[in-house]
């Protein structure tokens, strides 16, 4: 295989020690799981910048309704189609009823039969409702995506599934296994045996945990990969510990920043330079909060480094607006986390 | 203290309070809260939630595996100087024990309950299936409404995209129970009425053939018997379930039910806040407002008169050297030495970051302010130093949600 252009001789590389970002490269298909509302979809974006940019032609797949990528990437809706969002890198929005329909043609082969089946008739609310059957295919659509050799069309070095929250993000990677078991024979049976072996075979599938450095989902977090573990194990990526806020002074002035909150006249010499004594105690009681949450942060980030060698702590991003820039800037940080770190033996 | 709210004042006359919003934002803090305070009101209450955190339900003194219902203690309350009126219970639901629960409630014979209890299919549908626990939640729901134990019942839900699935659920089910085709076909083909007939010929004479040929080619034909079985084995229960349903979508609408929605300022989440919002006008359900959690507000006293995105250095750098300057002029900061314009200069810094994210949060805020009813409520909730996991830190946020205190106190 051809080395791409922005990596070292290959003589040189196998010299150097592998770092955690080659192991990264190395894994064509990765998902980002993790609680509801800790940057799963930026990270997700982020991740896909790093492998884009050295030379891994990327597609992030999302599974909702409300996609996220075309904000982010500030492109038009995305749907179904796959969209190139940067260089290298696209976005595809697997949603059931498309995957469905796709899945489906396969078997019968013609439109109309697909229409009057799973578009007029009556089982048409059955099949919609059909438990897991919607994950299933959304699944199946994914998988099949994983099959196109290199040099095909639709072909992907690496395919990033930013995965629904933690409880039902779980249940969806386990429903190939559970299908398995649950309907034994029969082509679905087979099709959910191939699935569940592509999505955990080690070297190729890779997790990667998203979290805050804060209590709860730090207990959660446990738990998560506590389950990981269990009786379907997932290959356990980093744990990309989001929005950890930086302390509001460098440390060095930390004490120095405690004796001018606590003496008036200091306050007062704030308050000479900011113009005016409510912005002077706006501008400590900030700084005052701020230090509580970085301590909180850091706390927590130092439990998260005990519980995974490869957790990585990525700073709160203070932006007006949430877009392209901001994920760039978020994927330089990781690129440079992951680079720092070794690859796992 | 309790001052009157207008949040409290909208809950006061409420049986039903369902708690909505995307993940990570806080509704099972907010939905505990609005529970907590009716029942320090004097409201027999009881808070209903799916997927709880688990430290909040420890909080809460709900034990994680249990599915049913517990009185909270009232001690770590009392101990704060709170005083509990009425009383909160908590219960958080299991969906595949609240399925079994389900189906030995509504048992027309104990041959069909063991049926399905027994039934492969439906063992691995209780425990895996997605948007069940919404549906379970909406049975206990109804049991708890029918049942008619408590003045009010607060319903913390799963994350937006199911929460949808919650309001959709009622109506997709009927249109599945009220197809009389569909169970007719379903209703044992295989079973001691059926003989030797296989499933393509039942269907056949039902003139459904190629439909079921289609279906026995994608998931194989002993797929379809176990699933005619699971079916069938549900037939005392389908006008139960249709019934309920029913009750469940007239509950929903009562005036004395009232949807919130819970977000954060962030924009991904506010444009699925929005979605969700147009979903709900849509249905026409009873809309009380909203609660926006995590807000970073500006620090300064509520009577200021200093508008701070005015203030030239915290949009600009250059601005912020010319009033590090002023630093050797300072008295008060003249002891520190050189220091004082390093301090100095990471304090701006620190603050005109978060004045930044504060003004971009509060323009993020104008895509539901622009869209709302005046008459919804509209409460931000600003971020918390610390993570609210303990029965201290629920009464602390209490006091904030429900405008005890000032927010700059």
Same mark, same amino acid.
């Given at each position: 295989m051809q080395a791409p252009e922005d990596e070292t001789p290959e003589l040189v590389e196998s010299m150097a020690k592998q770092t955690y970002l080659d192991w990264v490269l190395a894994h064509p298909f990765q998902v980002l799981i993790g609680k509801g509302g800790v940057g799963k979809s930026s990270l997700s974006a982020a991740l896909g910048l790093v492998l884009a940019r050295h030379g891994r032609k990327? *597609?992030?797949?999302?599974?909702? *309704?409300?996609?996220?990528?075309?904000?982010?990437?500030?492109?038009?809706?995305?749907?179904?189609?796959? *969209?190139? *969002?940067?260089?290298?890198?696209?976005?595809k929005n697997v949603d059931p009823d498309s995957s469905m329909e796709e899945y489906v043609l396969r078997f019968v082969r013609l439109q109309a039969i697909y229409d009057t089946i799973f578009k007029k008739s009556f089982l048409k609310h059955w099949i919609k409702g059909m438990p897991g059957f919607r994950e299933f295919v959304v699944l199946g659509k994914i998988w099949d995506m994983g099959q196109v050799t290199k040099g095909q069309r639709g072909h992907y070095d690496t395919i990033i599934v930013d995965s629904p929250a933690t409880g039902h993000g779980l249940s969806l990677w386990a429903l190939p296994r559970q299908t398995q078991n649950a309907v034994r024979v029969g082509p679905l049976a087979r099709h959910a045996g191939l699935m569940g072996d592509y999505f955990t075979e080690k070297g190729r599938a890779l997790y990667h945990v998203a979290t805050l450095a804060e209590e709860m989902p730090y207990n959660e977090t446990v738990e998560l990969l506590g389950r990981m573990k269990g009786e379907n194990p997932l290959p356990l990526g980093m744990l990309a510990v989001n929005a950890v806020h930086p302390p509001p002074v460098r440390p060095e002035l930390r004490k120095l920043f405690e004796e001018v909150k606590d003496s008036p006249e200091s306050v007062q010499g704030v308050a000479e330079v900011v113009g005016g004594a409510d912005l002077a105690r706006s501008v400590l009681s900030c700084a005052a909060s701020q230090q509580i949450r970085a301590d909180l942060n850091a706390h927590y980030l130092a439990d998260y480094e005990k519980l995974s060698k490869a957790s990585i702590g990525l700073p709160y991003i203070y932006s007006r607006t949430y877009d392209k820039t901001t994920i760039e800037f978020l994927s330089h940080e990781l690129e440079k986390k992951l680079k720092s770190m070794e690859a796992p033996a | 203290m309790i001052h009157e709210s207008r949040l409290a004042d909208h809950i006061r006359d409420k049986s039903v309070v369902i708690c909505c919003g995307s993940g990570g934002v806080g509704k099972t803090t907010v939905s505990a809260s609005i529970a907590l305070r009716a029942a320090i009101e004097g409201r027999k209450v009881l808070v209903l939630t799916i997927d709880p955190a688990r430290r909040l339900a420890n909080a809460l003194g709900i034990n994680v595996m249990e599915n049913s219902i517990k009185e909270v203690p009232r001690e770590k309350f009392e101990a704060a100087g709170i005083e509990f009126k009425g009383s909160l219970s908590a219960m958080m639901l299991d969906t595949k024990r609240e399925w079994d629960e389900v189906v030995k409630r509504y048992a027309p014979d104990t041959g069909s309950r063991d049926r399905i209890l027994g039934n492969r299919l439906y063992n691995y549908l209780s425990n895996h299936l997605v948007g069940s626990g919404e549906f379970m939640a909406m049975e206990r729901l109804y049991y708890l409404h029918e049942q008619g134990d408590y003045d009010l019942v607060v319903l913390d839900t799963p994350p937006t995209k199911h929460a949808l699935d919650f309001l959709e659920a009622p109506k997709k089910l009927f249109s599945f129970l009220e197809d009389g085709t569909f169970v007719n076909a379903f209703l044992k083909p295989y079973g001691e009425g059926g003989g030797g007939r296989s499933f393509g010929m039942r269907m056949l004479k039902m003139g459904s053939g190629a439909v079921f040929k289609v279906l026995e080619m994608i998931i194989?034909? !002993?797929?379809?018997? !176990?699933?005619?079985?699971?079916?069938?084995?549900?037939?005392?229960?389908?006008?139960?379930f249709k019934g309920r349903a029913h009750g469940v979508d007239a509950l929903l609408r009562k005036p004395t039910t009232s949807f919130l929605l819970v977000t954060s300022p962030a924009k991904l989440t506010l444009t699925e806040t929005r979605y969700f919002y147009d979903k709900l006008r849509e249905t026409q359900m009873p809309f009380g407002g909203f609660i926006v959690n995590r807000v970073h507000n500006n620090f300064l006293p509520q009577d200021s008169t200093v508008d701070p995105v005015k203030l030239a250095w915290v949009e600009s750098k250059d601005d912020r050297n010319a009033v590090l300057d002023r630093v050797t002029g300072a008295k008060g900061l003249a002891p520190f030495g050189a220091k004082a314009r390093d301090l100095m200069s990471d304090l701006l810094d620190n603050y005109a970051n978060l004045e930044i994210l504060s003004a971009g949060e509060q323009k993020n805020l104008e895509m539901i302010r622009r869209v709302r009813d005046p008459r919804e409520f509209f409460i931000q909730v600003p971020v918390f130093d610390q993570d609210i996991y303990d029965a201290e830190g629920l009464l602390r946020f209490n006091r904030v949600l429900f405008d005890d205190i000032r927010l700059t106190d």
């Open positions: 990327t *597609v992030i797949i999302e599974t909702d *309704v409300k996609e996220r990528m075309s904000q982010l990437f500030q492109v038009p809706p995305i749907g179904y189609r796959e *969209v190139e *969002v940067y260089p290298n890198l696209f976005a | 194989g034909g !002993d797929v379809l018997r !176990d699933i005619s079985e699971f079916v069938g084995s549900f037939e005392g229960y389908y006008q139960g």
